[in-house]
């Protein structure tokens, strides 16, 4: 799959508090657990989003980059 043009896959710190959940579900590994957050390898993640909907606080998303 490729990835969203012009966009990066973020964790939104303020949310996450850390449950794994997506974690578990990232076919690539781009997602790690560090402390109580999940931390994304960017450049990595495929923006497949099958992470995304599994997130209960959601968390996750696929956002414009920032210029
Ligand atoms: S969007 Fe896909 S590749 Fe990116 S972190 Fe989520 S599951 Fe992994
Ligand atoms: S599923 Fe959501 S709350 Fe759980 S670790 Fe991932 S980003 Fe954080």
């Known amino acids: ?4 043009e012009n966009s990066i896959f973020e964790v939104d710190e303020d949310r996450c508090f850390g ?3 997506c974690v578990a579900l990232c ?3 781009a997602l790690t657990l560090e402390g109580i ?3 994304v390898d960017e450049p990595k ?5 099958h992470c995304i909907p599994a997130c209960p606080v ?3 998303a696929i ?3 920032a210029d």
């Open 1 to 4: 799959m490729a990835r969203v």
């Open 19 to 21: 449950c794994a959940a």
């Open 27 to 29: 076919p690539v590994d």
């Open 37 to 39: 957050m999940a931390v």
């Open 45 to 49: 993640c495929t923006h497949c989003e």
């Open 58 to 60: 959601h968390a996750l």
């Open 63 to 65: 956002v414009p980059e």
